[in-house]
């Protein structure tokens, strides 16, 4: 299993105002993920970012709304910027993992609670 | 246009029996299946997947089942417990490696003692 941490763990924001969530791994990884959670929804992907390249964005989210930094293996960060109320989520970060057997599946942090007034 | 759809959002269980899990998807290209859990304030854990090249898989106290010519898959947790009190994810990808997981809007389950 990979230990994931995520800062802050949640946060009340205005309007307008931008907020950016860390997310750190403790092994390299080439891959991270970013997703979100709307309340009474699934999860999302975001983009996926790679070390030493720019975010790949899924359809429907842009790197100007959603920055994402990958500085090394272990480390990324999502910007929400210029926020409004639709963007109160749990935002949640991962990584590339075998689960048991073999599985390939994700293993997940514990996610940014994210409310905007 | 949701591609994975779970239709029950919540599902009450007694201690011990069976907990059933439904998921149904609509793009025949899916072929790498996984269901999750989540405790309030964590993140989704990982519990079990399949490919579509199997139409069961078994770890433990669960088992998931496919039905690729229904477009159906489901868990079940034989016996139920407390703990398992949680809200179950289902994930579908087209091709394993790429990671690109459409999850289902999640069934909450109740184990009760």
């Known amino acids: 299993s990979a230990v994931i941490s995520q800062k802050p763990s949640r946060d009340i924001c205005q309007r307008g105002t931008s907020l950016t969530i860390q997310c750190q791994v403790d092994?390299?990884?080439?891959?991270m993920f970013w997703y979100r959670q709307q309340p009474g929804q699934s999860l999302t992907l975001i983009a996926t970012a790679n070390q030493g390249s720019e975010a790949t964005y899924e359809s429907g989210f842009v790197i100007d709304k959603f920055p994402i930094s990958r500085p090394n293996l272990t480390f990324s960060t999502l910007t929400v910027s210029n926020m409004s109320p639709e963007d109160s989520s749990i935002y949640l970060c991962s990584v590339p993992l075998a689960g048991g057997r073999g599985q390939e599946t994700q293993y997940f942090g514990p996610g940014t609670r994210l409310l905007v007034l | 246009d949701q591609q994975v759809k779970q239709n029950s959002p919540s599902l009450s269980v007694q201690e011990g029996r069976i907990s059933i899990l439904n998921c149904d998807y609509t793009?025949?290209?899916?072929?790498?299946f996984l269901w999750y859990k989540k405790y309030p304030a964590e993140g989704p854990t990982f519990l079990i997947s399949?490919?579509?090249?199997?139409d069961k898989n078994e770890d433990g106290r669960f088992t998931v089942f496919l039905n690729k010519s229904a477009k159906h898959l489901s868990l079940h947790i034989v016996p139920s417990q407390p703990g398992d009190s949680a809200v179950y994810f289902c994930a579908a990808s087209v091709g394993e490696g790429t990671y690109k997981y459409i999850f289902g809007t999640g069934t909450r389950l109740k184990v009760l003692a």
């Open positions: 092994s390299q990884v080439t891959m």
């Open positions: 399949i490919s579509s090249i199997k």
């Open positions: 793009n025949s290209m899916f072929d790498y």
